[in-house]
């Protein structure tokens, strides 16, 4: 049985242990510069579960900072660290986050002023802006020989994480950091992500053991061509590189009927020049161009020319043929030098001890719902929290769910071509069935291969309804080969029993 660090379900309906902000931000506007977005403890707007509260983001383009203190400091040694705690954005979400941040334990900590720059050790959660859909999970690794700290971003999740912005349900965050130096990002208890701190984090917590010498140069003299033009070849004499890429076919004849004084375009004779056409203004009036009517029936009008056809004695610009390079000697790269900055921690895990659970975030949307915030160091307690609470919403929210109809409906208006997949499913075997009924009198046997092993022959009288056409009655011969099970050996007379 594990222990949790921090637990918190907003069920008092206060925001008692929770500590807003009253700093300002240093490197920003004055008007913006302080954490005045406001916080509340309420119900969501469109709550399934009647009393369930939790802490909402109430402003909109406003800097929000709260956080609380922990019964007592995580430190990292044999046990993981789970967080959970869940998001509803009520009213989508444009430009904004709704991530946590484990502030480190420090003896200057001071939860009044948390702020943006307040050291923090894991930074976990949802965020986006625009289409880009992220899901963090950072942690602050020490270098251990400078003592100072680099964010280490964890690699991109697979999964498409754009639903969980959109559909305005509550969902469960989950961040899992093992002793192994495994992780792994849930999102509704369903792994969205995972690696390990060793190598799938950018950039990587050691850095390369050796680095390209800053001070090393390449030669002047130094060959990197693969190939070079070969300096022994000469140009053919009878090389022409005057000849034209293409010219006038000789064999060709002017078509019959061709009209040579006639022009392509000639004014429209329909035309009839403006009234308000001032010559000293506009220039002599021309009456606009037309297609010939003379050149509809003939070949062509105007001077007939020869066409053009690639030139068989084209060679174009000569230019000597590439050779191998026998100077090559490759790509040029500085040298490799011990890295004096490398060091070797294979055991990233042990990050820095946290005391405290903040949320720091801006956000151009307001009404972002948290609850059942909870930090442990065993993942089967975490599972039982994450039922009693946020398994009680999916239940809630998902009873409230419309009908199959109108998921196809709503499903059709984000994605058009659905409607090709229903008419192709559900209009085409409608059709075939309404030409199978309006055939006449039909006999047809089919045999259906029951899982028990049963055959069974069956006849049935069936009236089909045409469009537009009188009732035709007809029979279907179903047949279908009963081999009997041994508990119906003692049935008779199947076939009178499903008359």
């Known amino acids: 049985m594990g222990e949790h ?16 902000s009253s700093a300002k931000k240093d490197d920003a506007d004055e008007e913006i510069a302080k954490y005045d977005g406001k916080w509340a403890v309420e119900e969501m707007k469109d709550s399934k579960l009647p009393g369930d509260k939790g802490l909402v983001l109430k402003s909109r383009a406003k800097h929000h900072a709260i956080s609380a203190q922990l019964l007592r400091p995580f430190t990292f040694d044999s046990t993981p660290l789970i967080i959970q705690y869940e998001v509803n954005f009520q009213s989508g ?4 986050g709704a991530y946590v941040k484990l502030l480190t334990q420090t003896p200057e900590l001071n939860l009044d002023q948390f702020v ?22 950072i942690f602050r690794h020490q270098n251990p020989k400078t003592g100072e700290f680099e964010e280490k971003h964890a690699k991109k999740p697979d999964a498409d994480l754009r639903t969980y912005y959109t559909d305005k349900k509550t969902h469960l965050y989950t961040l899992v950091v093992n002793p192994d130096n495994t992780f792994e990002v849930l999102v509704d208890q369903t792994v969205v992500n995972s690696g390990s701190l060793l190598t799938d984090m950018t950039p990587p917590v050691n850095p390369p053991a050796e680095i390209e010498d800053p001070d090393d140069h390449k030669p002047e003299d130094w060959d990197e061509r693969p190939k070079i033009q070969d300096p022994d070849a000469a140009k053919p004499e009878d090389w022409d590189e005057d000849a034209p890429a293409q010219i006038p076919d000789e064999d060709a004849v002017k078509p019959d009927g061709w009209l040579d004084d006639e022009p392509e375009y000639t004014g429209d004779p329909d035309a009839v020049k403006p009234e308000d056409w001032d010559e000293d203004m506009d220039g002599e009036w021309e009456a606009p161009q037309v297609p010939n009517p003379a050149c509809e029936t003939a070949p062509g009008c105007g001077e007939w020319k020869r066409p053009m056809i690639d030139n068989p004695n084209y060679k174009g610009k000569w230019k000597p ?14 040298r490799k030098i011990p890295n ?18 903040g949320l720091e975030l801006w956000s151009m949307t307001s009404d972002i719902f948290f609850d059942n915030f909870f930090i442990t160091n065993d993942r089967n307690t975490a599972e039982r929290w994450a039922t009693d609470g946020w398994g009680l919403k999916k239940a809630a929210e998902g009873a409230a769910e419309p009908g199959l109809a109108t998921q196809m409906l709503n499903a059709a208006e984000e994605r058009p071509w659905l409607w090709v997949v ?16 309006c055939t006449g009198k039909v006999t047809a046997t089919h045999t259906h291969r029951v899982r028990a092993g049963l055959k069974i ?9 045409c469009l537009s056409l009188p009732h035709v009655h007809f029979n279907l011969q179903i047949t279908v080969d009963l081999q009997m099970h041994k508990t119906l050996n003692n049935r008779q007379n199947i076939g009178q029993m499903l008359e």
């Open 5 to 20: 660090f921090f637990a918190e379900s907003f069920d008092r309906g206060t925001l008692d242990g929770w500590v807003v």
């Open 340 to 357: 004096p900055a490398f060091f070797e921690d294979l055991h990233p895990y042990k990050m820095t001890p946290f005391s405290a659970v």
């Open 422 to 437: 229903y008419v192709l499913t559900v209009a085409l075997p409608l059709v075939l069935i309404i030409v199978f009924c």
């Open 116 to 137: 943006d720059k307040t050291p923090y050790t894991i930074m976990f959660g949802p965020d986006k802006c625009g289409e880009d859909y992220k899901l963090h999970f």
């Open 457 to 465: 022959h069956v006849i049935l009288p069936i009236f089909c309804l």
């Open 93 to 96: 979400i444009d430009c904004g």
């Open 321 to 334: 043929p590439m050779i191998d390079n026998p100077n090559y000697q490759g790509v040029w790269k500085p």
